[in-house]
């Protein structure tokens, strides 16, 4: 396992001085297999997570190592897109909503940005939008279905022309990267002055977390950092964000997509597979039964802005 892994100092403030919350219990063969898909994964595997005593970031440390990580996305397989298609698309109308209270009709680019549901509504909302994403799979997918401008590969060394855009997105993204840091202080370079920041993670101190812990459904091998509004607000403020704030949005969730990570849990899953597939009836009425709930409850989502300069003001 040894030459699979890295080790890392804390991925906000560079300290390597930290406690130790919990070990992993993820295996050399675990590590062997890729991704099959971001979503409705129940969290039975993880990496041993630390507690960092400077700026206290809960963060996994060893990782896989990061070509590893980035290989693994790249060749990653949504094999759950056509349940949740249609809870994605309803949950990102209230995320373009929230981005527009801060700034509308303006040059939008979403980091990560999946299958592209995010990016087709902001289109529909008026934004001149692109979008970046690791997964080959997911972005010709919101090439196919919407048409939207995505390329490929790391956005760290894409080199998109500083002063740029007028709002960056980062939706459930920095959990999943190895040096957040690095990657925010490129977002902060290629946008404007005065541009806006939206970054939203799963939240590490929400009610969920601290009642589950290590059993919460976002203790996972693809998080290897664990945030709450107050670390990330500190990374953000790191990047050099200015104005930061912690908001909320109406987030969602179908009756299928609740209920088949229980199933896969308790193992399950197959034995009804057939009955619950989203084509099926059954399937279809369960998809269209949507919990509606504040994304606070279990995320964080914090806005910023990259301060104007004097020429601005």
């Known amino acids: 396992m040894a030459s699979l892994v890295e080790y890392r100092s804390c991925p906000n403030c560079g300290k390597n001085d930290f406690d130790m919350l919990f070990e992993s219990n993820i295996e050399e063969g ?15 595997k993880y990496g041993r997570h630390v507690k960092c005593r400077e ?45 527009k209270k801060y700034k509308s009709n303006t040059k939008l680019l979403d980091v990560g940005c999946g299958e592209g549901f995010f990016l087709f509504n902001a289109s529909r909302a008026g ?10 799979d997911a972005a010709e997918y919101a090439k196919r279905e919407f ?14 022309p500083g002063n740029h855009f007028d709002v960056v997105t980062l939706w459930q993204v920095l959990e999943h990267l190895p040096q957040p840091l690095t990657v925010l202080k490129e977002v902060h370079r290629v946008l404007k002055p005065g541009g806006l920041l939206v970054a939203s993670t799963p939240d590490f101190g929400g009610i969920p977390a ?34 930061l704030s912690s908001v909320n949005y109406g987030e969602s969730i179908s009756l299928l997509m609740l ?26 009425v369960m998809n269209k039964i949507t919990l509606v709930y504040p994304s606070r409850l279990d995320n964080c989502v914090v806005t910023g802005f ?6 601005y003001c």
């Open 259 to 284: 209920v088949i990570p229980l199933l896969k849990w308790f193992k399950a899953y197959g034995l009804v597979r057939s009955l619950l597939h989203p084509g099926s009836t059954r399937g279809r």
């Open 127 to 136: 934004y001149i939008t692109r979008g970046v994403e690791l997964s080959q």
């Open 210 to 243: 601290r009642i589950m812990e290590r059993r919460w459904w976002n203790v996972r091998r693809i998080h290897i950092n664990q945030f709450t509004t107050k670390t990330l607000m500190n990374t953000l403020g790191n990047a050099g964000f200015k104005n």
């Open 30 to 44: 675990d590590l062997q297999g890729g991704i099959d898909t971001v979503y409705m994964l129940h969290g039975d």
């Open 306 to 311: 990259k301060q104007k300069s004097q020429a």
């Open 147 to 160: 048409g939207l401008d995505v390329e490929v590969g790391l956005f760290e060394e894409m080199q998109f």
């Open 55 to 99: 700026c206290h970031l809960v963060y996994v440390n060893p990782i896989e190592k990061a070509s590893r990580i980035n290989g693994n996305y790249s060749g990653m397989k949504n094999s759950d897109v056509s349940i949740v298609r249609g809870n994605r698309l309803r949950a990102t109308k209230a995320q373009v909503k929230l981005t």
